[in-house]
């Protein structure tokens, strides 16, 4: 096997190998289980470096192991998913020091990280797929490996929570397996290609083609949390923090969000979603949902379940850029599953700071915290203005390109369904920032740990602070080369090309 | 001396978030002087060379030009003058948090003054904006608290409307840069949304009437750094705002800019009005500031109406704009002596009667003569509607309905996937 075969193995392995053997060891080895969570997670962000170079350069990275009689387990790289593996892999290293801080003392931590790094490699699996079935297999790899994170805690409400993700997950599974299976019945291949592999069938199964359209989006919906397939998101928010910056973030929705832009552009391809007219509902159904998200978000007083409202409302921008059709709104859609898991994942990491140090889960104790905790709520007020779109952050530039990209294609009520969007974002973020900074502290905090000169432990604290700046920085260098946004032009320019 | 005046020009922004930064500013005497000496030497220099930062944000650019040039320099004075009213650093964590945002606003301000793209002067604006909700609410009383809420209000409305502005001209032109999108937005076939958009975006961020009313509250409650500040910073940069984005001495609107004007003649009116009648001499400024803006907008409406008026004056409104910031500081100042040493009289301080409060007195009378009609009229009709709108209208059981929705489909995901899937088999099958 040769370094272009073996590149894309040997990045999923690294999560797998640090997952599997941090399972052998005990509660006690807090170092060999730290050494091989980092080791793996700068492993693993080395490689995707590498790749990375090699992709802009034009190199061919292909992984090819046969599965079934016409069907390979194929792992490639291409532009489209970099995106994806530069965003998990990164965000897997500072959430592994995180995690690594968060649960420091609490029991089953090998557990916990051996389900940790699976999930990832799950992740990576998903990004680097290079034909549908291969999807399919990490996608429930990943419903697996996330099913005892949610419930980690053991509670009767993490069990609940988990066994609700469980039926949307394997449902919406189902539906991707029976989809899949229909379309290889139709078409012979699964293998992505560029403007999809559909194209032959338009005149002969029109119908067929639309109704496996609509197994796939359904059976992805569930991760993306699309209205009205999200209903396990909000619960699952009572697993430990990172492992909700694991679902908001890094893997879980984005898996689902992915699998809708991989079936538009890789399997349908745009013009033949456009052939069969299922763009414009699919369009209609993520404005429902970024409206219906951000409503709800509007009267929850548990943080985290406002946060993960709003998660079900700004994953589907994703899918809006992607549903529009034109070439500006789909770079806005794509550089969104950047922006989005830097945004999200920061507000997560404040929320899960504010419970492990003070005991603050709700938005009505945040009162004066900002002054207890300033660096945490200075990165919060980040990642919550990057979310309602102030420029100069990273949600402003997928703002942007989304309004923009919906004017070039002649579809002027996905503006108002931004301005929309952008007012209650703005409506449930803005009076927490106001009562974070402005209102009078309480006495006492609810449950106060201390943790010397410093607001909290620095493995809490730096995370948040690094994805805050990265929120900063991929809005203001959103121009700069090899920027989130330039790399999704880069992925458009190669789909909508002459 | 390119390269000078080019890291000139990044620092007269950037050099006030950096020193933002509390670490930083603690270790510094007299950070927000330093802040500003960037733009003090820029002012020194005789030709700046505009620089291109393609790399920054949609691709940006900053530059100084004549009229630029003027409105730093207000700026500088306004800015120099405001910090010397600043509390003295120490450990008080509610001045420290206020330096912060001192420093925020400027870095907007100038930012935005050197900006020659839209989509720079619409973040350094935004910034600007953020930053000065946080100096009008920082230690402020209820009112303060209440002006900064109008305010944040406007500026998002505001905000809104501009990307929307903002759209509508990146799909005329690919370049954003001021001039580029005059010229792309004159020849574009309908310029007048284009045009209104602005003048409305641009009215909520400088407190043009009518929507005016977060102006007394701050210069009443305000403190003396924040209410010297309100003239040069909001305001002027409001005004800046239309004159740079409209494409003003190069379209031809009548009926638009006959409206402007009777809107303009209405604000003074007002002001005058509103302000003889209930004098209060810590809003003066508020109505000076008022009456200024309204004939403001009237010479905007001669130029929206007539572009040659325009082409011929084009000057003179960044003119004008320089000397309300500094008349308001003026004025402000001679307030700030006037009571700090009890010159004030007695006599024109009217309490009671606020004007400010008219949004407020006006929606009460809507329900007391709601109420009147529906009591005197239609008794009946008038508690069932009560009745059913009420009910309507409680918030609370509307949640508890979704959440009972939410809980049914988690419940049923299974059974209703299935039967959903039988249904597109069905209509697969009956397809074929």
Known sequence: MNWDAGLPLLIVATSLFSGLMIFFLSEKHVVARTTLNLGGAVFKLVLVGVMIWGVFHGHHYEARLPLLPGLDLLLRADAESMLFVVLSSGLWLVTTIYAIGYLEGSPHRSRFFGFFSLCVTATVGVALAGNLITFVLFYELLTLSTYPLIVHRETEVARRAGRTYLIYTITGGALLLVGTVWLYSMTGTLEFAHRGFVAGLLDTHRVSLIVVFVLLVAGLGVKAALVPLHGWLPQAMVAPAPVSALLHAVAVVKAGAFGIVRVVDDVYGVEATTKLGVSGPLAALAAVTIIYGSLRALFQDDLK??????????????????????????????????????????????????????????????????????????????????????????????????????????????????????????????????????????????????????????????PPVVTALLTLAVGLLASAPFSPLQWARFITTLEYMP | MNEITSALLLLTPLLPVVLAFPPLRSRISHPCYIALLPAIVLLLVPSVVPIELPWLLLGSGLGVDGASRWLLAMSVVIWTAAATLLPKPGNHAADNRFTVFFLLTMAGNLGAIVATDMVGFFSFSALMGYGFYGLLVSGGDKTARRAGRIYISFMIAADLLLFEVLLIAASTTSEMAFESVRLAVSGSASPGLYVSLVLAGFALKAGVWPFHSWLPLAFRSARPAVALLVGGVPIAMGLLGMVRWLPLGEITLPGMGLIIRILGAAAIIYAIVAGVKRSQLKLLPAYTAMIATGFFSIALGAGLADPAVWNQYGNIPYFFIVSLGFGMVIVVAAICWLQTDHHAPAAIVKQEDDPSLWIERCAGAVVRWGGKLGCETLPRLRSAWLAKAGSLLQVCAWRKAVDAAEYSLQRWILAITLFLLLGLVTVFLAAM
């Open chain 1, 305 to 462: 379940r406002r946060l993960a409202f709003s998660t079900v409302s700004q994953v589907s921008y994703i899918v809006l850029g992607i549903a529009i059709i034109g070439p500006i709104a789909t770079t806005g859609g794509l550089v969104h599953l950047v922006h989005q898991g830097v945004m999200k994942i920061t507000l997560f990491f404040c929320a899960g700071n504010l419970a492990e140090t003070l005991g603050i889960h709700k938005v009505s104790e945040m009162n004066g915290v900002g002054r207890r905790m300033p660096w945490t709520m200075a990165a919060f007020t980040i990642g919550a203005l990057g979310m309602i779109g102030v420029p100069p952050l990273a949600g402003f530039v997928t703002k942007w390109y989304l309004g923009v990209g919906a004017l070039d294609a002649g579809q002027e009520w996905v503006v108002y369904i931004l301005a929309g969007s952008s007012l209650l974002n703005a409506g449930y973020f803005l009076p927490v920032l106001y009562a974070v900074w402005f209102k009078p502290a309480p006495d006492s905090w609810p449950d106060e740990r201390s943790f010397g000169r410093f607001e909290t432990s620095w493995a809490l604290l730096a």
